[in-house]
């Protein structure tokens, strides 16, 4: 089970921090991901890091502005979200994987456990 925590009320330009942790069983070995869902648009990728957290990948819109970590030994993964805009404003998803989403791995990739959302609102 994923549970993803940390959402909340934010002014245009503030920060937050997401936290997403695991329980039932470890996924150290899994690649970790963020996806989120606006009011009335489909849910997109944000952010991926693989299993080592070596290596992380954002979306365009995340890019320089996201950070993915990951803390193996908590089976936790996180987003750190810096000069957040309005239209961040979404239910944001943690996701777990034995490889990285299709969005950064191709037809290989995907999403093998969901977890509930926690809102993330941005006012300007």
Request: hydrophobic share 35%; aromatic share 12%; with cysteine.
């Amino acid at each position: 089970q994923l549970q993803a925590s940390g959402g909340g009320w934010v002014q245009a330009g503030g920060s937050l921090r997401l936290s997403c942790a695991a329980s039932g069983r470890a996924f150290s070995g899994y690649a970790w991901d963020w996806f989120r869902q606006a009011p009335g648009k489909e849910r997109e990728f944000v952010a991926a890091i693989n299993w080592s957290g070596g290596s992380t990948y954002y979306a365009k819109s995340a890019k320089g502005r996201f950070t993915i970590s990951r803390d193996n030994a908590k089976n936790t993964v996180y987003l750190q979200m810096n000069s957040l805009k309005p239209e961040d404003t979404a239910v944001y998803y943690c996701a777990a994987g034995r490889n990285l989403p299709s969005e950064v791995a191709g037809i290989e990739g995907g999403v093998d456990y969901w977890g509930k959302g926690t809102q993330v609102t941005v006012s300007s």
